[in-house]
């Protein structure tokens, strides 16, 4: 069965980084779109950034330019690369895998905070 296990989340300062790692088994990784949602406290989850198989990547306005999503064929593998991170920023960071339907990983925390 389709697993996408997430990895690199964690506490991290305002204006820090961190990089967010995928990795997929058991799917064609390289046809599938990959993309990294959050869900923060008490809110709903809402797309962070999407990478087509392609490597076409879309960004919503609030991570634009900070965020980085990218992707490794030959690993499997999907990345997120978050700098000047904000305490709005603060969720759960999940990845997801659209392929004829949609797969989910468990999630990772990213806290921002001083």
């Known amino acids: 069965q389709v697993q996408l296990v997430e990895s690199g989340g964690g506490l991290v300062q305002p204006g820090g980084s961190l990089r967010l790692s995928c990795a997929a088994s058991?799917?064609?990784?390289?046809?599938?779109?990959m993309g990294w949602y959050r869900q923060p406290p008490g809110k709903q989850r809402e797309l962070v950034a999407v990478i087509t198989r392609s490597g076409t990547t879309d960004y919503p306005d609030s991570v634009k330019g900070r965020f980085t999503i990218s992707r490794d064929n030959a690993k499997k593998t999907v990345y997120l690369q978050m700098n000047s991170l904000k305490p709005e920023d603060t969720a759960v960071y999940y990845c997801?895998?659209?392929?004829?339907?949609?797969?989910w990983g468990q999630g990772t925390q990213v806290t921002v905070s001083s």
């Open positions: 058991e799917i064609s990784f390289s046809l599938a779109t």
């Open positions: 997801s895998a659209k392929l004829g339907r949609d797969y």
